[in-house]
Antibody
Framework: QLQLQVSGPRLVKPSETLSLICTISGDSIRTSIYYWGWIRQPPEKSLEWIGNIYHSGSTHFNPSLESRVAMSVDTSKNQFSLTLSSVTAADTAVYYC??????????????WGQGTLVTVSS | DILMTQSPLSLPVTPGEPASISCRSSQSLLHSNGDNYLNWYVKKPGQSPQLLIYLGSNRAPGVPDRFSGSGSGTYFTLKISRVEAEDVGIYYCMQALQIFTFGPGTKVDIK
C-alpha cells in the first residue's frame, strides 16, 4: 500500500526558501509509469499544481512558479524534494506530494500524501 | 492557460437523492488519442484529495458505482446517483491536457 509522507519546516520566513521532502513507501520511485508531483492549496482557495519529477530527474513546472521552483530525487532513499525560493505570504498553503500515473489511458494523480501546512511569516 | 470553471460552487444535498456537478474548460480537453484529459477529485474533511474519475468517465479503483463522469471537449459532468452522508466534501475537476489546472471546487454538504 503506497504511502507518501511529507516532511520539512512548517514555518518559513519571507524571502527565504521553503524546502519539503516526500518519502515514498510501498512503491519504488523508479517505477516507469509514474512521475511524482507537488500540489498546494492556499487557505480558502483551490488546488494549484507546482510541478512533477521523474526518477531520472526530468522535471515539469507550473510556469507561474518556474522561476522559483526546483525539484530533485534521491532514488537511494526513495524520496523526492521541493524547494521554493523567495517565499511570500502568498506561498502559505497546504503542500501535498502525489503520484502521477502516466500509463496509457491514465494520466492522473492517483495517490496523494497527507499534506502539510507551511506558513510564511516572520 | 486552460481555465476551469465549475457550477454550482455550493450544493446542499439530501441523502438518497441524486446530485450533479458541471465543469467547463476554456479549451477542448479532447486529445488526439480520443481521450478527454479531465479528472475528478474529492477532498473530504480532514483528508487529502482522492481520485474519483479519470479521463472523463473512468471510475478509479474502489470508487462506488454511484459516481459517474461524462462529457467531452469543454463540458463535463460528475453525477452521484444517490448521495450518501459520506460524500460530503469539496469536488474538483482538473484538466491534464496542458500541464494541470483545477476548477474552483464545489462544496457538497447535507441539507
Amino acid at each position: 500500500q503506497l504511502q507518501l509522507q511529507v516532511s520539512g519546516p512548517r514555518l518559513v520566513k519571507p524571502s527565504e526558501t521553503l524546502s519539503l521532502i516526500c518519502t515514498i513507501s510501498g512503491d519504488s520511485i523508479r517505477t516507469s509509469i509514474y512521475y511524482w508531483g507537488w500540489i498546494r492549496q492556499p487557505p480558502e482557495k483551490s488546488l494549484e499544481w507546482i510541478g512533477n519529477i521523474y526518477h531520472s530527474g526530468s522535471t515539469h513546472f507550473n510556469p507561474s512558479l518556474e522561476s522559483r521552483v526546483a525539484m530533485s530525487v534521491d532514488t537511494s532513499k526513495n524520496q523526492f524534494s521541493l524547494t521554493l525560493s523567495s517565499v511570500t505570504a502568498a506561498d502559505t498553503a497546504v503542500y501535498y506530494c502525489a503520484r502521477l500515473n502516466i500509463d496509457i489511458s491514465h494520466y492522473h494523480f492517483d495517490q496523494w500524501g497527507q499534506g502539510t501546512l507551511v506558513t510564511v511569516s516572520s | 492557460d486552460i481555465l476551469m470553471t465549475q457550477s454550482p460552487l455550493s450544493l446542499p444535498v439530501t441523502p438518497g437523492e441524486p446530485a450533479s456537478i458541471s465543469c467547463r474548460s476554456s479549451q477542448s480537453l479532447l486529445h488526439s488519442n480520443g481521450d478527454n484529459y479531465l479528472n475528478w477529485y474529492v477532498k473530504k474533511p480532514g483528508q487529502s484529495p482522492q481520485l474519483l474519475i479519470y479521463l472523463g468517465s473512468n471510475r478509479a479503483p474502489g470508487v462506488p458505482d454511484r459516481f459517474s463522469g461524462s462529457g467531452s471537449g469543454t463540458y463535463f459532468t460528475l453525477k452521484i446517483s444517490r448521495v450518501e452522508a459520506e460524500d460530503v466534501g469539496i469536488y474538483y475537476c482538473m484538466q491534464a491536457l496542458q500541464i494541470f489546472t483545477f476548477g474552483p471546487g464545489t462544496k457538497v454538504d447535507i441539507k
